[in-house]
């Protein structure tokens, strides 16, 4: 089972930014990915970011349009994601995931409010 430090988040107006962080509490031997995905009110999970643990290029959803950053380190096991010129659009529950070949495994994930 893997477990999450998920920090960061809040509250921000539009064109602000924010940093969330997470810290997984292990990784497995094989190829994992490790990413944030987001969920708003009554819409489906999406992907935000993600990275490949044999990848130095991360992922990222269309709607993030170059706004939002994806960072790896110190450890496999911590990834951070920036988020630059935050819109109302992009209030949501954001996730904290990782992906093995046969599972996948959830944060409890963090508030993220863009809002003027």
């Known amino acids: 089972q893997v477990q999450f430090h998920e920090s960061g988040g809040g509250s921000a107006q539009p064109g602000e930014s924010l940093r969330v962080s997470c810290e997984a509490s292990?990784?497995?031997?094989?190829?994992?990915?490790m990413g944030w995905y987001r969920q708003a009110p009554g819409k489906q999970r999406d992907m935000v970011a993600s990275?490949?643990?044999?990848?130095?290029?991360?992922d990222y959803g269309d709607f993030v349009k170059g706004r939002f950053l994806l960072s790896r380190g110190p450890s496999q096991r911590h990834i951070e994601l920036q988020m630059n010129n935050l819109q109302p659009d992009d209030t949501a529950v954001y996730y904290c995931?990782?992906?093995?070949?046969?599972?996948?495994?959830w944060g409890q994930g963090t508030q993220v409010t863009v809002s003027s």
């Open positions: 995931a990782m992906k093995t070949w046969s599972n996948i495994y």
């Open positions: 292990t990784v497995p031997n094989g190829r994992f990915e």
């Open positions: 990275i490949a643990s044999d990848s130095a290029i991360p």
